[in-house]
């Protein structure tokens, strides 16, 4: 059992250091970029969209925070806004499938994932669902009454040393964060995989990546993005790609999978306070990664086969 937590912190540690070598510069360069006009740019572009999907020029504000930043961030200037009803679910929903980009897409192009499949697809998703949602439901233009708990006041800070201060500190604690929650999933992972339970999950998970179209060595992979997120469960995904050999096409559909649906259970519940229904947000979240992801399958494997026939019939006419 020694060995095997040896085994584990030493498989955590390199996974924190791989991830935290991205993590920390970016979370520092966009801390300090958010106190700059650069912050105010990017809302001021994005305002004449707003009107095609439903929301008001200040919706901006929080869409371009949870994007740019984190979901905590979005939500707190979401607390200080008066929004509709509808616009509050809209925005709810847009920041479940594309929130904290700077960071989770650096982290994809770590596993070996091209970027801009990871931002179409998450961009893409959020723009469809606002659209979608915007002229489906029709109701909801009532003011959000928003949960007990009030928006956060931000310290104003003054001089380029305290911005680059606080940039530090958010730098460090994501990487402490992040360390907390790898080194025992990998520990964990390790205890699994020695006492020969992740063979047993792997038949538990089968139904569901067959359905998905990935094979079965995916399931760790996909159990950790959903509990714990992109960016934690990509801890995992670049073990499994080492040591069980898994596809670059499953990295590829598993990942597709999880922008659009992970850490079902903080993401779901950060969204509490904006008094809205739960269930819709994480039903729609779910729905929309099965189909996704099993269309995206559909299409690559009949491409895979035409690509196979052509290759075939090239070699038979030479």
């Not at 584990?8 to 510069?25: D, N, Q």
């Not at 929301?55 to 806004?81: M, Q």
């Amino acid at each position: 059992m020694l060995k095997t937590l040896k085994e584990g912190l030493k498989v955590g540690l390199s996974t924190t250091w791989t991830l935290g070598k991205i993590i920390f510069p970016i979370t520092l360069i966009v801390t300090i970029l958010s106190h700059t006009p650069v912050m105010d740019w990017l809302v001021r572009m994005l305002t004449p969209l707003m009107g095609a999907i439903g929301l008001s020029g200040e919706a901006a504000i929080p869409l371009v925070l949870g994007n740019v930043l984190n979901l905590y961030a979005a939500i707190g200037a979401i607390l200080t806004l008066d929004l509709t009803v509808k616009e509050v679910f809209i925005l709810a929903v847009m920041l479940s499938f594309s929130h904290n980009l700077f960071v989770e897409s650096a982290v994809a192009k770590q596993i070996g994932l091209k970027i801009w499949v990871v931002l179409v697809v998450r961009i893409g998703l959020a723009l469809a669902s606002a659209w979608v949602i915007n002229l489906a439901w029709q109701g909801g233009q009532e003011t959000a009454r928003y949960g007990f708990v009030a928006g956060p006041t931000e310290q104003e800070l003054t001089g380029w040393g305290a911005i680059a201060l606080q940039g530090l500190q958010s730098a460090f604690f994501g990487v402490i964060q992040l360390a907390a929650i790898v080194i025992p999933i990998m520990i964990f992972i390790q205890i699994m995989k020695d006492l020969k339970w992740l063979n047993v999950f792997s038949k538990w998970m089968a139904p569901f990546t067959k359905v998905l179209g990935v094979r079965e060595n995916t399931s760790t992979t996909l159990a950790a993005g959903l509990v714990f997120g992109l960016a934690y469960g990509a801890g995992v995904m670049i073990q499994a790609a080492k040591e069980d050999g898994v596809r670059k096409k499953d990295l590829y559909l598993v990942f597709i999978f999880l922008v659009a649906c992970h850490a079902v259970i903080e993401d779901t519940l950060i969204f509490a306070p904006l008094g809205i229904p739960l269930w819709p947000l994480l039903l729609i979240r779910l729905v929309t990664a099965v189909l996704l992801t099993i269309a995206v399958a559909i299409i690559w494997n009949r491409l895979e086969k035409q690509q196979n026939t052509d290759q075939t019939y090239k070699e038979n006419i030479s």
